[in-house]
């Protein structure tokens, strides 16, 4: 096992040891991860091995073998699907593949045949039944190289015992290791940043320690505090003074590449209006609307007052200014009511739009009502005020309505945008949690407040994520009436 910093080195050793490995090793070697980020770049990095060496996120694994067995194990052929449409879906997968590795350790003994080396990437973030698959590979015949951050482990909703639990079972899995090691050599900034380097490490083991991030004096150079409250009143959204704002302008306007980063999804997306649309959302691998949405065709083809809801609650999660009041609401009505009433001007196009849902009520049919919409958006002025904001989770949504099944055409697009490997736009706003793992020349951490981050563990390891992607210039967004505990200042 190897613990590093963000920074320090895990995914290149990672990669170069795939790389070195690879031409003494019989058989595959894989590469595990919990992102299709974190596989983006093992990819770049093991292009010269890639005939020898695998990468596939964990869930993806599981997937791979539940797939294989799915009747003994109680599962349907289309085993993503049924993950993605239950609750805790994937947990209750992995629950099921590692009590088939444990009940018929013959499984675990072909894997790791086939995969005699196995590399796990951030591993901190495994859940205690992708630990026990993991770990029955190993006991099968297959070496494990496990790469971590504990500090990167972002626990989402969970309890306090259950933090504990995660906690134990780290600690519990360092003690069966045969060797430990740690990295501490800041090199993501040693040829951009080094004492901003030096900065985020010693802010790494504060936060680890329970203590507050001193932002009163000694600061590096890259490193900016600008002081500005959240005057906007509506809850999730965010905004500034002109004042207040004038300084994160001048910050900004120069660079040529930055990633602009909150805590919660409901911030970001403000700070996308904040920005005039100027700078995209990174939108990662995820597609939380598009699965809600085959969600829903699959439980509501055939009905077209359903379907319009469908996707009236896409576009509403994807793009602002579709409002009940200008739009959806007329839409709807239009539906139910068969799109017999007579209607002129912009009503009539939108009476049009819900002519599509009441003739082809399925994906079909949504995927020509939003191909037209996007058009509109573009060509018509009384669409104008619709701003799509997750081009590419729409653009799926367009593409969905090609396949004859909705979740056979969800299943091939996540095919596609995982080999596609999407790459970064200069400018970007994201979540923390959807920028783990990638790294930004200029970072800004926007609402550095109580709201954002609280004195938790969680907290404190969302705030250091955030830290840590940035390799020359970090600026922090820190409330002046309600700053988070986390900084003294």
């Not at 959204?237 to 590449?257: K, M």
């Not at 200029?442 to 940035?470: E, I, M, Q």
């Amino acid at each position: 096992m190897i613990e590093a910093p963000g920074g320090c080195g895990k995914t290149y050793q990672g990669a170069q040891f795939a790389a070195d490995a690879a031409a003494d090793t019989e058989g595959r070697i894989l590469i595990l991860t919990h992102t299709h980020a974190a596989c983006d770049v093992f990819s770049e990095r093991t292009a010269v091995s890639q005939s020898k060496v695998e990468i596939r996120t964990l869930d993806s694994l599981i997937g791979l073998i539940a797939s294989a067995y799915h009747v003994p194990l109680d599962l349907p052929a289309d085993v993503g699907v049924w993950s993605r449409t239950n609750e805790d879906g994937y947990n209750r997968v992995a629950m099921k593949v590692a009590h088939l590795l444990e009940k018929k350790p013959m499984i675990a003994s072909a894997l790791a045949r086939r995969y005699p080396l196995i590399i796990c990437d951030e591993h901190q973030d495994a859940t205690a039944a992708q630990d026990q698959i993991i770990l029955a590979l190993h006991k099968a015949g297959a070496r494990l190289r496990i790469f971590a951050d504990p500090m990167q482990r972002i626990f989402g909703g969970r309890n306090a015992p259950a933090v504990a639990a995660e906690i134990k079972r780290w600690t519990d899995l360092k003690d069966q290791a045969e060797a430990f090691e740690e990295l501490d050599t800041p090199h993501r900034w040693a040829n951009t940043n080094a004492p901003l380097g030096e900065w985020i490490l010693t802010a790494r083991a504060t936060l680890r320690d329970g203590g507050q991030i001193d932002l009163r004096g000694g600061l590096p150079n890259g490193l900016h505090v600008i002081r500005a409250d959240n005057v906007a009143r509506a809850r999730g959204q965010y905004q500034l003074t002109g004042q207040q704002r004038a300084p994160l302008t001048q910050r900004i306007q120069p660079l040529n590449s930055v990633l602009v980063m909150a805590a919660h999804n409901e911030t970001v997306a403000s700070l996308r209006a904040f920005f005039n649309r100027s700078i995209p959302i990174w939108e990662g691998h995820t597609r939380v609307a598009l699965d809600r949405l085959c969600d829903g065709v699959r439980v509501h083809s055939g009905n077209p007052s359903e379907i319009g809801k469908v996707a009236v609650d896409f576009v509403s999660s994807v793009a602002i200014g579709f409002t009940a009041t200008r739009y959806s609401r007329q839409l709807l009505d239009d539906i139910e009511q068969g799109c017999t009433k007579a209607r002129t001007k912009k009503p009539a196009t939108i009476q049009s739009l819900g002519r599509m849902l009441l003739e082809e009520p399925n994906h079909r049919g949504i995927g020509k009502f939003l191909t037209t919409l996007r058009a509109l958006t573009k060509e018509d002025a009384a669409f104008a005020p619709i701003k799509i904001d997750h081009f590419r989770e729409f653009n799926d949504a367009v593409h969905l309505g090609r396949f004859d099944d909705a979740d056979e055409g969800l299943a091939e697009i996540a095919r596609r945008r995982a080999h596609a490997r999407a790459s970064l736009p200069s400018k970007a706003v994201s979540t923390i949690h959807k920028a783990k793992g990638l790294e930004f020349s200029h970072v800004v951490l926007a609402a550095c407040d109580r709201p954002h981050f609280s004195n938790t563990k969680a907290a404190r390891a969302r705030l250091y994520v955030g830290l840590s992607r940035a390799t020359e210039s970090l600026t922090l967004l820190v409330s002046h009436t309600n700053p988070t505990p986390l900084f003294l200042i």
